[in-house]
């Protein structure tokens, strides 16, 4: 993996906050309103990371339309209460300070809506170090992850950067199969929320175990 990447994109939640109380406790919310209890958090943490209509769907077997009533459901506790219960992972400003005094370009590829995904940054001062930023729609649709990944290359690329080698940082499969679909490399991170083992078998080029790892990966390429 010896190349000179010359754009960085980035995942949000599970690689460079760890928002999953929020996220949890305000699908918990919305299903609680609809009627199902769920009592246990851990059982909730598989909504983190893909499009929550998505997740919706597949997982409670839910319509489309009823999917899209769910999230409205959860941005009724997630936006005064949930997006705050969040924190950036210990390190990662020091990672993202590092690249950036090198000349990378870095970029975020979430599936967040872009007003929330914006407003997280912000608030934990990290937004400055993304010049590339995109994120889905904000009505919550369409933000499958090769998509978000194709349109930051597409951003990068009116910024001046030629975007010839890119890699993606990530903490679960979708990462890894987003760049994947693009036929970029992605390194894996293990503090977020998805699996080591499901990373790998989706073909992670790397999986970093701390924030010494990563640094020394994102440094070696």
């Known amino acids: 993996m010896k190349e000179n990447f010359d754009l960085i994109l980035f995942d949000l939640d599970g ?19 609809l009627g199902i209890e769920e009592p246990d958090l851990e059982n909730l943490r598989k909504f983190i ?11 409670y077997g839910f319509s489309r339309e009823e999917a899209v ?13 949930g997006w ?12 993202l300070k590092a690249l950036k005094k090198e000349g990378k370009m870095l970029g975020i590829a979430t599936s967040k809506p872009a007003d929330t995904a914006n407003r997280v940054l912000s608030h934990f001062g990290l937004r400055d170090y993304f010049p590339v930023f995109c994120a889905a729609p904000l009505n919550g649709i369409g933000g499958e992850k090769a998509g978000r990944i194709q349109a930051a290359i597409e951003d990068a690329k009116t910024l001046g950067c030629e975007a010839k080698n890119v890699i993606m940082v990530g903490d679960t ?3 890894v199969l987003g760049a994947k679909f693009h036929g970029i490399p992605c390194v894996g991170v293990s503090w977020g ?8 078998e ?7 175990f701390s924030m010494k790892e990563l640094s020394d990966i994102l440094h070696s390429i």
């Not at 460079?16 to 299903?31: C, F, M, N, P």
């Not at 009533?69 to 209460?81: D, L, S």
């Not at 989706?202 to 970093?208: E, F, L, P, Q, V």
């Open 15 to 33: 690689t460079i906050t760890d928002s999953g109380e929020g996220i949890t406790k305000s699908v918990q919310y919305a299903l609680s309103k």
């Open 84 to 95: 705050k219960e969040n924190r950036p992972y210990e390190g990662i400003e020091e990672v």
């Open 202 to 208: 989706a073909g992670a080029a790397a999986i970093a």
């Open 69 to 81: 009533h769910a999230r409205e459901i959860f941005n009724e506790r997630y936006q005064p209460i």
């Open 49 to 59: 990371g893909p499009p929550l209509i998505d997740s919706f769907e597949k997982y």
């Open 173 to 175: 499969k979708f990462d």
């Open 193 to 200: 929320y998805g699996t080591v083992d499901e990373m790998r």
